[in-house]
């Protein structure tokens, strides 16, 4: 791509930046395709991981079908390999870093959930897994086990958690207590 | 689960992942998660050919790219060679696979990596290709290398010592024949190729240095669970005159098979001694499936001969293992396989003649089961078609002939062990008795019970393992004047929980709090050999080392406090950092006082002991829709005795692992599927390719006794590989029976059992037909 | 990814401006969840110099009803689908089909528009590149169809002829059965089109200057008795091995009209006429629906390994007309 295309581009009405709220702080993005900025073919994850740093979001298959690269776009579980960075301006972005309490430090009820239910093995997908269950019990406090399967069943576990990771977010469920 | 009175600090009890806060914040940092300065990115070109010649390759352009740093073809590669025997390269003038690589390019980003790896020019003279095992074995079919004839791989592995298993052989076939009731001819493949896919596909960090005199220094930062053992093996690729570190960090999940990452960490250290600069060669999901390890190929062409008792009186015949285009650890495999036979079916008379192949299909490598699954998945079914002529009730056959001791078998270096562990039948019978076998089984191909369409019927398979205590470990534990102590060990926590059990048992012997217990990275500059954990060496084996390691250090510390308390060291005893004289209690001293400006260094050694065999039992009940040909797991059962159980979360992780990992699931719907013309892989991605979810799961039951195995510290084995290896022959027994069809093809996929159905129809059609009613 | 110029579509008008000028050159993005995998494998004879976001487009998610027909924005997202409670209500199988499609995470973001034109998910088609190159094929334009020789086990068993990849859509199999149409937009006007008529051989009937707007069901599909079932080896992620769809309008207990199709055994949403056929003016009982079960598939010409999507789709054909057809108490 030359400067000259990029320019011609920006000057028909094509975006130059990019405006993200991830886990509740503010960023503004250059479209481009230097060091630091977003090319348009930027997926989500990789802005996420590799321009903003936040590892915890992992990529497995990298096609939608592993949950492992799940983020919340406002408030809804989405694989974030198959969404464009420059298709998210404007919206909110919560990973599994901005679950934890910044000010306290404190996990989020989730997050100790799974610890304490000893839901993972690797922990390679707990991010993915534990933004889903946090999807899930944001919409629904009071999830049946069906619906906590079914919440779950787009995150791929091969060391299969899947178990414990019902019975952590069903712990959390209001139906439980 | 069983629990026996808890007489432990520790031991037994569950106690939380202390990377649990790490996992679950998203903080423990897997090796594309570390930050290098400079860093470039490697990408692999991949043959679009199953085999071919290498006639022209032109990296001119590729090279030319801005931000492109390197491109290597197997014209400027180290010539590095690995395998056994030692002739595959890192790249070669051939590839023998579609995916093989064929050139490697290191850039500023992955993408101009990609771009610059799609200018590379290749002129290829295609070779004719051969993908069936048996094919490859014909006079005249393809050869993959000059230096195997036939495209058989020479048999043993020297790693396993100067006579290394390699067949069967015992007592009189013929004679045996001759004693049996019943003899059955029978063929089996577990042929399938199911993938352990952990979630992390294969990846690693280079970087080259030099390192005075004219020596050189490689780090590998790695994702695998064996980062000592990875580093022997990079040392004898590279030779001596390079000194090789590797960095083993949190690992994605491996089921064995990531250990054989040594060509994608070659690849990131040639490019980086190539660049000077800080590689990493991630392979995408697609790579990870189509062209790294696989499991190896099972077709077995056997004759069994049984008594009425459940007496196996013979085995013989011929075991054709398929390793695709290439392997290092086949040959081990074939021997722990061997001798994974004999400990699950004792019998007097083998004949067992394994033969290696070579196709142009993706390489094999290790995959729990290592050998022994592959063995059994294939032989289960023909002792199945003995014992249902015999009407023999298989929970009986299992339970007369595992291993019991005052038996014995060959195992892997050739020599024979006589079995020195516990008896499992107590643990077969509670199994049993749990999932309710005498209930549900109705003999052989009868269904446990119909309901329109829905067949059900249940099956059972076992699997036994004398690699509790294979190999070497090592382990140091200091303790320091802070009275605290330090676990050094090379681990990298792959899942089981291994360093966390470490840490316990250092904190069981010297009964300090857990939170004073250290444990090092698994980084081959700080901590002593350690084996890793391949089978399920971790209890046996690796927390002996550690076990051990404490105990010498707490020693140390005695023989220090016992003349400041006037005492002998036989006479103290120690816990939270204080140790006293036993007999009077009053008399002690705190460790900061014995450690004043001192550290003290224990050392542990585990000598490898293959008397000792663990037992896993998997009862499955399926249920068959003879109108659509789908199956689906009604309910597990899982039955075994770990002596002691060390973590229960991370034991019941391991065994409801039985799943997937191409475990169970390998006989439900995981395979490998080659285009039979090109050889490509079709299902090589995440939705092709079948695993299970959250909503396909069925009620799990896991039944664990506690029979003191009394050689071990705290009288306890592991169990964890195992669990993926007694499953699936019991999916193929359930199945069949529900159907009322032998069904011995893997996976059981609907297409299959819709065949079976009609054949049955048809039988029974014919039946009528001529029946004089 | 290879990278590609990106544009914000306003308006409908936008976008099909830009459409207009850049032809097979430009893609229009709505989900993202297919055509990123597109890209990622290059599996497109020619990789696109322009991704259209269609999402910034406003006023086309919407789910509406009237006295004529259920009218759903082409924007609207699978999740939306599944969870409509009027949806769940009056057009339950569409609902079901939505909550059938891959997963959760996939869900909220794919959309309806984007299901329909979803591409094959044969696995030479989408053979990735970077594991050797693109498989060239008869639906690239150029090549055999490797699926005629190779393994076919997901392949079509009836109305193939140079592809053997099958509508992987679900929606497009229930729509069809409640004579869903589409309709198509460009700066040369505005077309409908059945849905049962929206999928060809080797590509559906969208040309390069064209984007779904809407899809919109007769109000009459309410009275009728609809069913979805899909068969597949997991619950969750898998695309049909075969659906079927039914809608069936009974008058006094008798079939007075029927819809039966068939999905993932053609290269569109196939319609079983001689099942229709078997039930109109019958009772629906065991014997009619076996019976036309047997009709359904009947002229279908296996290929070597996917004569068992036939057993399975006579079964599911038997099973859906059953199915919701027991007397009301």
Same mark, same amino acid.
Request: proline share 5%; with cysteine.
């Given at each position: 791509?030359?400067?000259?295309?990029?320019?011609?581009?920006?000057?028909?009405?094509?975006?130059?930046?990019? &405006?993200?709220?991830?886990?509740?702080?503010?960023?503004?993005?250059?479209?481009?395709?230097?060091?630091?900025?977003?090319?348009?073919?930027?997926?989500?994850?990789?802005?996420?991981?590799?321009?903003? #740093?936040?590892? #915890?979001?992992?990529?497995?298959?990298?096609?939608?079908?592993?949950?492992?690269?799940?983020?919340?776009? &406002?408030?809804?579980?989405?694989?974030?390999?198959?969404?464009?960075?420059?298709?998210? #301006?404007?919206?909110?972005?919560?990973?599994?870093? #901005?679950?934890?309490?910044?000010?306290?430090?404190?996990? &989020?009820?989730?997050?100790?959930?799974?610890?304490?239910?000893?839901?993972?093995?690797?922990?390679?997908?707990?991010?993915?897994?534990?933004?889903?269950?946090?999807?899930?019990? &944001?919409?629904?406090?009071?999830?049946?086990?069906?619906?906590?399967?079914?919440?779950?069943?787009?995150?791929?576990?091969?060391?299969?958690?899947?178990?414990?990771?019902?019975?952590?977010?069903?712990?959390?469920?209001?139906?439980?207590? | 689960?069983?629990?026996?009175?808890?007489?432990?600090?520790?031991?037994?009890?569950?106690?939380?992942?202390?990377?649990?806060?790490?996992?679950?914040?998203?903080?423990?940092?897997?090796?594309?998660?570390?930050?290098?300065?400079?860093?470039?990115?490697?990408?692999?070109?991949?043959?679009?050919?199953?085999?071919?010649?290498?006639?022209?390759?032109?990296?001119?352009?590729?090279?030319?790219?801005?931000?492109?740093?390197?491109?290597?073809?197997?014209?400027?590669?180290? @010539?590095?060679?690995?395998?056994?025997?030692?002739?595959?390269?890192?790249?070669?003038?051939?590839?023998?696979?579609?995916?093989?690589?064929?050139?490697?390019?290191?850039?500023?980003?992955?993408?101009?990596?990609?771009?610059?790896?799609? %200018?590379?020019?290749?002129?290829?003279?295609?070779?004719?290709?051969?993908?069936?095992?048996?094919?490859?074995?014909?006079?005249?079919?393809?050869?993959?290398?000059?230096?195997?004839?036939?495209?058989?791989?020479?048999?043993?592995?020297?790693?396993?010592?100067?006579?290394?298993?390699?067949?069967?052989?015992?007592?009189?076939?013929?004679?045996?024949?001759?004693?049996?009731?019943?003899?059955?001819?029978?063929?089996?493949?577990?042929?399938?190729?199911?993938?352990?896919?952990?979630?992390?596909?294969?990846?690693?960090?280079?970087?080259?240095?030099?390192?005075?005199?004219?020596?050189?220094?490689?780090?590998?930062?790695?994702?695998?669970?064996?980062?000592?053992?990875?580093? %022997?093996?990079?040392?004898?690729?590279?030779?001596?005159?390079?000194?090789?570190?590797?960095?083993?960090?949190?690992?994605?999940?491996?089921?064995?098979?990531?250990?054989?990452?040594?060509?994608?960490?070659?690849?990131?250290?040639?490019?980086?001694?190539?660049?000077?600069?800080?590689?990493?060669?991630?392979?995408?999901?697609?790579?990870?499936?189509?062209?790294?390890?696989?499991?190896?190929?099972?077709?077995?062409?056997?004759?069994?001969?049984?008594?009425?008792?459940?007496?196996?009186?013979?085995?013989?015949?011929?075991?054709?293992?398929?390793?695709?285009?290439?392997?290092?650890?086949?040959?081990?495999?074939?021997?722990?396989?061997?001798?994974?036979?004999?400990?699950?079916?004792?019998?007097?008379?083998?004949?067992?003649?394994?033969?290696?192949?070579?196709?142009?299909?993706?390489?094999?490598?290790?995959?729990?089961?290592?050998?022994?699954?592959?063995?059994?998945?294939?032989?289960?079914?023909? %002792?199945?078609?003995?014992?249902?002529?015999?009407?023999?009730?298989?929970?009986?056959?299992?339970?007369?002939?595992?291993?019991?001791?005052?038996?014995?078998?060959?195992?892997?270096?050739?020599?024979?062990?006589?079995?020195?562990?516990?008896?499992?039948?107590?643990?077969?019978?509670?199994?049993?008795?749990?999932?309710?076998?005498?209930?549900?089984?109705?003999?052989?191909?009868?269904?446990?019970?119909?309901?329109?369409?829905?067949?059900?019927?249940?099956?059972?398979?076992?699997?036994?393992?004398?690699?509790?205590?294979? @190999?070497?470990?090592?382990?140091?534990?200091?303790?320091?004047?802070?009275?605290?102590?330090?676990?050094?060990?090379?681990?990298?926590?792959?899942?089981?929980?291994?360093?966390?059990?470490?840490?316990?048992?250092?904190?069981?012997?010297?009964?300090?709090?857990?939170?004073?217990?250290?444990?090092?990275?698994?980084?081959?500059?700080?901590?002593?050999?350690?084996?890793?954990?391949?089978?399920?060496?971790?209890?046996?084996?690796?927390?002996?080392?550690?076990?051990?390691?404490?105990?010498?250090?707490?020693?140390?510390?005695?023989?220090?406090?016992?003349?400041?308390?006037?005492?002998?060291?036989?006479?103290?005893?120690?816990?939270?950092?204080?140790?006293?004289?036993?007999?009077?209690?009053?008399?002690?001293?705190?460790?900061?006082?014995?450690?004043?400006?001192?550290?003290?260094?224990?050392?542990?050694?585990?000598?490898?002991?293959?008397?000792?065999?663990?037992?896993?039992?998997?009862?499955?009940?399926?249920?068959?829709?003879?109108?659509?040909?789908?199956?689906?797991?009604?309910?597990?059962?899982?039955?075994?005795?770990?002596?002691?159980?060390?973590?229960?979360?991370?034991?019941?992780?391991?065994?409801?692992?039985?799943?997937?990992?191409?475990?169970?699931?390998?006989?439900?719907?995981?395979?490998?599927?080659?285009?039979?013309?090109?050889?490509?892989?079709?299902?090589?991605?995440?939705?092709?390719?079948?695993?299970?979810?959250?909503?396909?799961?069925?009620?799990?039951?896991?039944?664990?006794?506690?029979?003191?195995?009394?050689?071990?510290?705290?009288?306890?084995?592991?169990?964890?590989?195992?669990?993926?290896?007694?499953?699936?022959?019991?999916?193929?027994?359930?199945?069949?029976?529900?159907?009322?069809?032998?069904?011995?093809?893997?996976?059981?996929?609907?297409?299959?059992?819709?065949?079976?159905?009609?054949?049955?129809? %048809?039988?029974?059609?014919?039946?009528?037909?001529?029946?004089?009613? | 990814?290879?990278?590609?110029?990106?544009?914000?579509?306003?308006?409908?008008?936008?976008?099909?401006?830009?459409?207009?000028?850049?032809?097979?050159?430009?893609?229009?993005?709505?989900?993202?969840?297919?055509?990123?995998?597109?890209?990622?494998?290059?599996?497109?004879?020619?990789?696109?110099?322009?991704?259209?976001?269609?999402?910034?487009?406003?006023?086309?998610?919407?789910?509406?009803?009237?006295?004529?027909?259920?009218?759903?924005?082409?924007?609207?997202?699978?999740?939306?689908?599944?969870?409509?409670?009027?949806?769940?209500?009056?057009?339950?199988?569409?609902?079901?089909?939505?909550?059938?499609?891959?997963?959760?995470?996939?869900?909220?973001?794919?959309?309806?528009?984007?299901?329909?034109?979803?591409?094959?998910?044969?696995?030479?088609?989408?053979?990735?590149?970077?594991?050797?190159?693109?498989?060239?094929?008869?639906?690239?334009?150029?090549?055999?169809?490797?699926?005629?020789?190779?393994?076919?086990?997901?392949?079509?068993?009836?109305?193939?002829?140079?592809?053997?990849?099958?509508?992987?859509?679900?929606?497009?199999?229930?729509?069809?059965?409640?004579?869903?149409?589409?309709?198509?937009?460009?700066?040369?006007?505005?077309?409908?089109?059945?849905?049962?008529?929206?999928?060809?051989?080797?590509?559906?009937?969208?040309?390069?200057?064209?984007?779904?707007?809407?899809?919109?069901?007769?109000?009459?599909?309410?009275?009728?008795?609809?069913?979805?079932?899909?068969?597949?080896?997991?619950?969750?992620?898998?695309?049909?091995?075969?659906?079927?769809?039914?809608?069936?309008?009974?008058?006094?207990?008798?079939?007075?009209?029927?819809?039966?199709?068939?999905?993932?055994?053609?290269?569109?949403?196939?319609?079983?006429?001689?099942?229709?056929?078997?039930?109109?003016?019958?009772?629906?009982?065991?014997?009619?629906?076996?019976?036309?079960?047997?009709?359904?598939?009947?002229?279908?010409?296996?290929?070597?390994?996917?004569?068992?999507?036939?057993?399975?789709?006579?079964?599911?054909?038997?099973?859906?007309?059953?199915?919701?057809?027991?007397?009301?108490?």
């Amino acid at each position: 791509m030359t400067e000259e295309t990029i320019e011609s581009q920006r000057a028909a009405g094509y975006n130059e930046k990019i &405006d993200l709220v991830v886990n509740a702080r503010h960023y503004v993005l250059n479209i481009g395709y230097g060091p630091g900025e977003v090319d348009p073919a930027h997926t989500l994850s990789f802005t996420l991981r590799d321009t903003l #740093g936040l590892k #915890g979001v992992k990529v497995s298959c990298d096609r939608g079908a592993c949950g492992a690269c799940t983020v919340l776009l &406002d408030g809804k579980a989405v694989p974030s390999c198959m969404l464009l960075t420059i298709e998210c #301006g404007g919206k909110e972005i919560t990973t599994i870093e #901005g679950l934890r309490d910044e000010k306290t430090g404190s996990l &989020d009820p989730v997050q100790q959930s799974f610890i304490d239910h000893g839901v993972f093995q690797c922990g390679f997908c707990t991010p993915g897994m534990i933004m889903s269950a946090k999807a899930l019990l &944001d919409e629904n406090p009071s999830p049946t086990h069906e619906e906590i399967r079914e919440a779950l069943s787009g995150n791929f576990c091969r060391c299969i958690s899947h178990y414990q990771a019902v019975e952590a977010v069903s712990a959390l469920s209001s139906r439980g207590r | 689960m069983n629990t026996m009175a808890q007489t432990y600090r520790y031991i037994g009890k569950a106690t939380p992942r202390r990377d649990g806060v790490r996992v679950v914040t998203g903080g423990a940092l897997f090796v594309d998660d570390l930050d290098f300065d400079n860093l470039l990115y490697g990408k692999v070109l991949r043959s679009p050919h199953p085999h071919a010649i290498i006639k022209k390759i032109d990296s001119g352009r590729a090279q030319r790219l801005d931000g492109i740093k390197a491109v290597l073809t197997w014209k400027n590669i180290p @010539d590095w060679k690995f395998g056994n025997p030692r002739i595959f390269r890192l790249l070669d003038r051939k590839v023998r696979y579609t995916g093989d690589a064929v050139a490697l390019v290191a850039g500023e980003s992955a993408e101009i990596a990609d771009e610059a790896s799609r %200018l590379i020019e290749v002129d290829y003279e295609v070779l004719p290709a051969v993908f069936d095992d048996y094919e490859a074995l014909r006079p005249g079919a393809p050869r993959l290398y000059d230096e195997l004839p036939g495209n058989v791989l020479p048999p043993g592995d020297p790693f396993l010592g100067p006579t290394p298993l390699t067949q069967i052989v015992a007592g009189d076939v013929e004679k045996g024949l001759l004693e049996a009731d019943f003899i059955v001819e029978g063929k089996c493949g577990y042929d399938n190729i199911p993938n352990p896919m952990p979630i992390e596909s294969p990846r690693a960090v280079a970087l080259w240095e030099e390192a005075g005199a004219g020596r050189d220094r490689v780090t590998v930062w790695v994702s695998n669970q064996a980062p000592y053992l990875m580093k %022997l093996i990079l040392s004898s690729i590279f030779g001596g005159r390079v000194e090789v570190r590797v960095i083993g960090g949190p690992c994605g999940g491996s089921f064995g098979s990531k250990i054989m990452s040594w060509r994608p960490i070659c690849f990131a250290v040639a490019l980086s001694k190539t660049t000077r600069r800080p590689v990493k060669v991630v392979y995408s999901k697609e790579e990870h499936l189509a062209a790294f390890v696989l499991r190896p190929a099972s077709r077995l062409d056997i004759k069994v001969g049984m008594k009425r008792d459940g007496t196996v009186t013979a085995i013989a015949g011929d075991w054709l293992i398929g390793t695709g285009s290439h392997s290092q650890t086949t040959q081990a495999q074939v021997a722990v396989g061997c001798g994974e036979a004999m400990i699950a079916v004792r019998c007097k008379n083998w004949n067992v003649k394994p033969t290696i192949v070579c196709t142009n299909r993706a390489p094999s490598g290790i995959v729990r089961g290592f050998g022994g699954q592959e063995l059994k998945c294939a032989l289960f079914p023909i %002792l199945s078609r003995c014992m249902a002529e015999l009407e023999i009730d298989p929970v009986d056959f299992i339970k007369k002939n595992f291993v019991k001791p005052g038996e014995g078998y060959l195992w892997r270096d050739g020599r024979w062990y006589d079995y020195r562990g516990i008896d499992f039948s107590q643990m077969m019978d509670k199994g049993a008795e749990v999932f309710g076998w005498k209930g549900k089984w109705k003999g052989w191909l009868k269904p446990t019970a119909v309901e329109g369409s829905k067949r059900t019927g249940v099956g059972v398979g076992v699997h036994g393992n004398a690699d509790i205590g294979e @190999d070497v470990s090592e382990a140091y534990v200091r303790l320091d004047g802070d009275g605290r102590a330090l676990v050094y060990s090379c681990l990298a926590e792959h899942g089981t929980g291994q360093k966390n059990n470490a840490v316990k048992a250092a904190a069981e012997v010297l009964q300090i709090p857990l939170e004073s217990v250290s444990i090092t990275p698994g980084d081959t500059m700080i901590t002593p050999f350690e084996f890793g954990p391949f089978g399920s060496r971790g209890t046996y084996a690796i927390l002996t080392a550690v076990i051990k390691a404490a105990e010498e250090a707490r020693k140390k510390l005695f023989e220090l406090a016992a003349p400041l308390l006037g005492s002998d060291v036989s006479d103290l005893d120690t816990a939270d950092g204080v140790i006293w004289v036993k007999a009077n209690p009053e008399k002690r001293i705190r460790w900061q006082r014995v450690l004043f400006q001192r550290t003290i260094l224990g050392h542990g050694r585990f000598e490898p002991d293959y008397s000792l065999s663990n037992c896993l039992m998997t009862f499955v009940e399926m249920e068959v829709d003879a109108d659509t040909g789908k199956i689906g797991l009604l309910r597990v059962v899982n039955a075994t005795d770990v002596g002691r159980i060390i973590d229960p979360q991370g034991l019941r992780g391991q065994l409801n692992g039985c799943l997937g990992t191409a475990g169970i699931d390998s006989a439900i719907f995981e395979e490998t599927i080659v285009d039979p013309s090109t050889g490509r892989m079709l299902n090589a991605n995440m939705i092709d390719y079948k695993w299970r979810t959250s909503c396909d799961l069925p009620p799990i039951e896991n039944v664990v006794l506690e029979t003191p195995f009394p050689t071990h510290r705290f009288h306890a084995a592991g169990v964890g590989e195992i669990t993926t290896s007694a499953g699936p022959s019991a999916v193929l027994m359930a199945a069949s029976n529900a159907v009322g069809v032998w069904l011995d093809s893997y996976p059981v996929t609907p297409d299959k059992v819709l065949k079976a159905v009609r054949n049955q129809e %048809l039988r029974i059609k014919k039946n009528e037909d001529i029946s004089p009613l | 990814m290879k990278t590609f110029l990106h544009y914000d579509a306003h308006s409908i008008e936008d976008a099909l401006s830009l459409l207009c000028r850049h032809r097979d050159r430009a893609r229009l993005n709505a989900g993202g969840t297919d055509l990123l995998g597109l890209l990622k494998d290059m599996v497109l004879p020619r990789y696109p110099d322009l991704i259209v976001n269609i999402k910034t487009i406003p006023g086309l998610d919407y789910i509406e009803e009237d006295s004529e027909r259920l009218r759903i924005g082409a924007l609207t997202k699978l999740a939306d689908l599944a969870r409509s409670p009027s949806l769940s209500k009056s057009y339950s199988a569409i609902s079901e089909a939505a909550r059938a499609v891959a997963g959760p995470q996939i869900r909220n973001i794919a959309t309806i528009g984007g299901n329909l034109c979803q591409d094959v998910r044969c696995w030479y088609y989408r053979y990735p590149a970077h594991i050797g190159g693109r498989m060239d094929c008869a639906r690239k334009g150029q090549g055999p169809c490797f699926a005629v020789k190779g393994d076919n086990r997901y392949h079509a068993v009836i109305g193939a002829g140079k592809c053997f990849a099958v509508c992987p859509s679900d929606l497009a199999v229930v729509l069809a059965a409640l004579d869903g149409c589409m309709t198509i937009v460009s700066r040369r006007g505005e077309r409908r089109v059945a849905v049962g008529d929206f999928f060809g051989p080797l590509a559906n009937a969208l040309e390069a200057d064209e984007m779904v707007k809407e899809i919109d069901v007769p109000r009459t599909s309410t009275s009728r008795i609809q069913t979805f079932l899909k068969f597949t080896l997991r619950e969750p992620i898998d695309f049909a091995i075969v659906s079927v769809a039914c809608a069936i309008e009974l008058t006094e207990k008798v079939c007075s009209d029927a819809r039966i199709i068939i999905g993932a055994v053609a290269p569109g949403p196939f319609r079983a006429r001689q099942a229709e056929e078997v039930l109109i003016g019958r009772e629906i009982n065991e014997a009619a629906a076996t019976q036309a079960a047997q009709a359904a598939l009947e002229g279908a010409k296996p290929l070597a390994k996917n004569a068992y999507k036939i057993d399975i789709a006579k079964a599911l054909v038997k099973r859906a007309v059953l199915k919701n057809n027991s007397p009301v108490v």
